[in-house]
């Protein structure tokens, strides 16, 4: 699926430039200012922001500072673009959460390579985390909001994990967020939709179950919360590729 990338500044001609650019590597939402910037980051998945700072009304200092204390939006990376060429105004733009900085008039190359680097790093964090057995979900946090906000959803999960049947609406709801929201929260954070990651999850402590050697697989099935060992099997190859019992005969023994 092609990244999606919102662009805010209020110069139509920096835009443009940029949508030439980035048109063809990415799926581009453009913003004159702030607030239109809002409205997307509503309704959109995003994953990366592009934004001046001089801009009237919210200027780029300020949508930065208020995407990173929002937990629906603080795991975006941000880049902000600034005709200022002082340490103040750079020191400034790392304070308020920017992910990188660059100064106008800029390279299209230096741009799409910090692209490029933002969103790959972004992207092994996700994977690792799917494919491995141990990796616990705060390894996708950005910040200490994310962090708080994963832990909170990997608990609730642990806590019912015996139910196959877990709800998202219930999730969404003990994360104080609507559905929509959720979904394009942890799609955005993780790339899984919300029953992947409680898959995950459940896999995740499965594996730890296997690594125990206390339980039958049939046992571990039940009480991550599949009714079907044929399809715990089929789930665990699908993510960790290998068998559970493969697994259990790949771990150092005791």
Known sequence: MTDSIL?????????????VVLGDTYTLHLAANGEIAQEI??????????SDIMMPGIDGFEL????????????????LLTSKNTYQ????????????????PFSSELLQV????????RRKIKEHFASSPFDDVAVMAHSKTDEAFLRKLDEYIKENIKDPNIEIDTL??????????????????????PKELI?????????????????????????????????????FQKYFKMAPMEYFRSLPKK
Do not use: W
């Open 7 to 19: 662009i805010i500044d209020d110069n139509e001609d920096i835009l443009e430039f940029l949508s």
């Open 41 to 50: 980051l509503d309704k959109e998945v995003v994953n990366l922001i592009i």
């Open 64 to 79: 930065c500072r208020k995407v990173k204390s929002d937990v629906e939006y603080c795991h975006i990376p941000i880049i």
């Open 89 to 104: 105004a750079h020191i400034e733009g790392l304070e308020v959460g920017a992910d990188a900085y660059i100064q106008k």
């Open 114 to 121: 910090q692209i490029v680097n933002l969103l790959k790093n």
């Open 172 to 193: 969404a709801e003990h994360m104080y967020m609507s559905r929509t929201t959720f979904y394009r929260k942890i799609k955005s954070l993780s790339s899984l939709s």
């Open 199 to 235: 898959d995950i999850t459940r896999l995740k402590k499965a594996a730890s179950l296997i690594a125990e050697n206390e339980f039958s697989l049939n046992e571990i099935s039940r009480m991550v919360g599949y009714s079907s060992q044929s399809l715990f099997s089929r789930n």
